[in-house]
């Protein structure tokens, strides 16, 4: 069972960083029915993690890889709340939007870092898609 929620921890870090990325190049075109559906499937992976997070406790893992798992659905939440429920443009106001990406890069290190615990090779995807990610996000932000 370990081996499957390792998988799956994995598999929705990199779909996680994938779709994150994907939305930021949407928005940099305007397709706001694409910005839609990234972020949709970003906060689908609240079931996921969630799944993981509760294997990972019923087998007693390591603190620190549960305070990661804390870390991630907290984002998860936090952007559900904030995006979907109460959509209002707190990326427009600074005492929002400062929180909100410091919990963003706890949760990008917490996959990154609990990915390299579970598998050595994965852990590499991770990071490389976290790049993409970071690339994107330049890309998004850059005048061109």
Not at 43 to 62: C, D, H, Q
Request: charged letters at 15%; proline letters at 3%.
């Amino acid at each position: 069972m370990n081996k499957s929620i390792d998988a799956i921890f994995i598999c929705s870090s990199v779909i996680f960083n994938i779709s994150v990325s994907a939305l930021y190049i949407a928005t940099k075109f305007g397709d706001m029915l694409l910005v839609q559906v990234c972020g949709s499937i970003v906060i689908s992976l609240i079931v996921p993690f969630t799944i993981t997070f509760l294997g990972y406790m019923r087998e007693k893992a390591e603190k620190r890889t549960i305070i990661s798992h804390v870390f991630v659905l907290f984002y998860l939440f936090l952007e559900l709340f904030l995006d979907f429920i109460l959509r209002i443009p707190f990326r427009e106001i600074l005492a929002i939007h400062v929180p909100y990406i410091i919990v963003f890069y706890a949760a990008l290190f917490s996959m990154i870092a609990v990915s390299f615990e579970k598998n050595r090779k994965m852990g590499f995807v991770v990071i490389a898609t976290f790049l993409i990610l970071i690339g994107c996000l330049i890309y998004y932000l850059s005048p061109i």
